[in-house]
Nanobody, 120 residues
Framework: QVRLVESGGGLVQAGGSLRLSCAASGSIFSIDGMGWYRQAPGKQRELVAAITSRGSTNYADTVKGRFTISRDNGKNTVYLQMNSLKPEDTAVYYC??????????????WGQGTQVTVSS
């Protein structure tokens, strides 16, 4: 079994910063891609940023230049540094990871989500 646990969400004023963390634990052999998604009320879940095991990154156009994704492979952890936050960044943020388990099964896992609220 694999578990993803997010932390770091909260309430911040527009222009402020937050750092999200997501730690994977359990029967992990290796982790391929990791990423952050978000879902605002009444909207579909969307990709915010993704990072491969080798460190290649991809960002949504709406967050380019403001958000930075990184990972610590030794800790099975992915981070999302969010700067210059805007009210439209308000959403529940979900961590995602493609994990190869100790049984050599490759599956997609999600965290429980963490709320980010940006006030104007």
């Amino acid at each position: 079994q694999v578990r993803l646990v997010e932390s770091g969400g909260g309430l911040v004023q527009a222009g402020g910063s937050l750092r999200l963390s997501c730690a994977a634990s359990g029967s992990i052999f290796s982790i391929d891609g990791m990423g952050w998604y978000r879902q605002a009320p009444g909207k579909q879940r969307e990709l915010v940023a993704a990072i491969t095991s080798r460190g290649s990154t991809n960002y949504a156009d709406t967050v380019k230049g403001r958000f930075t994704i990184s990972r610590d492979n030794g800790k099975n952890t992915v981070y999302l540094q969010m700067n210059s936050l805007k009210p439209e960044d308000t959403a529940v943020y979900y961590c995602n990871a493609v994990v190869v388990t100790l049984y050599r099964n490759r599956s997609n896992y999600w965290g429980q989500g963490t709320q980010v609220t940006v006030s104007s």
